[in-house]
């Protein structure tokens, strides 16, 4: 019975910590911000389909060049195709593609900057020069670059972002692992008798982890940018499917007749740069050391 009656008290003390927690992110305006911000960008991508009844690659060159009317409330573009239809299937495109290219760089270098962090010596070494050489070079330049050697189209674009990205998370990973090892837990654990792997996994992984997780969303953000520079460049998805960097390219000859065909894939970037910053921020206010404690 004295058991028993211990069990519900320690549910009971829980319950009003769990609350508090709950209502200390609520209360975080930066990240109900940005939440609201993507989760809107996200369910418009998703719900592209049946927002709009136009096909986003279908022409009509009877209706091109159209202003914005009841039956096209952004117009059309040269080729007749609805401007909000592509707006939102373009969505669909960037979005799914900035952040499915964040997972592997996030995990290549989580893994190999943990590594590296925690048992030092030749391969921290080696890790570390690569690191150090691709800093060297600016982000946009290298991806740039490798889609130029790859060749352009979607395939190219995961590679490329994944040979460039994964250096920053093993740079974040390192940091926080040279610190997390010499905390007391971990060598408790390591006097303890347990394996390399299950420290890092169990122990030390969801203590450090939160770090990545924050620059996460800002890369997210840089690899959108680079998707629709490349889709401007002529680098990035093969025509005619709707990105917002093929839009803001063939958009902008009528910037002076047409300016919305320019404008609103330019602000969509925006706005989705926007709402995943918001993210990130309320995320490392939530996350940090200071807060957690």
């Known amino acids: 019975m004295t058991t028993v009656a211990v069990a519900t008290a320690t549910k009971a003390m829980r319950r009003p910590a769990r609350s508090r927690s709950l209502r200390a992110w609520y209360r975080n305006g930066t990240l109900m911000a940005g939440l609201v911000i993507v989760g809107l960008l996200v369910l418009a991508a998703v719900l592209a389909p049946w927002l709009t009844p ?31 239809t592509r707006l939102l299937w373009g969505a669909r495109v960037d979005l799914r593609i900035g952040f499915l290219a964040v997972l592997i760089p996030f995990v290549i270098g989580s893994v190999l900057g943990a590594l590296a962090g925690y048992f030092g010596g030749w391969f921290d070494t080696v890790v570390m020069r690569v690191v150090d050489v691709f800093f060297a070079f600016p982000f946009y330049v290298l991806v740039i670059a490798l889609v130029f050697i790859l060749g352009a189209g979607e395939s190219s674009i995961y590679l490329a972002i994944a040979a460039v990205s994964w250096v920053s998370y093993a740079k974040i990973m390192r940091g926080e692992l ?85 404008t609103i894939p330019g602000l969509a970037v925006v706005v989705t740069s926007l709402g995943l910053s918001l993210l990130g921020d309320g995320l490392s206010d939530q996350l940090s050391p200071e807060r957690r404690k």
């Open 54 to 84: 136009y096909d986003p690659v279908q022409q009509d060159l009877a209706q091109a060049l159209q202003s914005p009317s009841s039956a096209h409330w952004l117009g059309t573009d040269k080729y007749g195709r609805d401007v909000l």
């Open 178 to 262: 040279l610190v997390a090892k010499k905390q007391d837990y971990v060598v408790a654990a390591r006097l303890g008798g347990m394996s390399h792997a299950r420290i890092l996994v169990k122990h030390i992984g969801p203590n450090v982890l939160s770090q990545a997780l924050i620059y996460a969303m800002s890369d997210i953000v840089m690899d959108i940018l680079a998707i629709v520079t490349l889709g401007y460049l002529g680098l990035g998805i093969a025509p005619p499917t709707a990105e917002w960097g093929s839009m803001i390219l063939d958009g902008q000859e009528f910037i002076t007749t047409q300016w919305l065909q320019a």
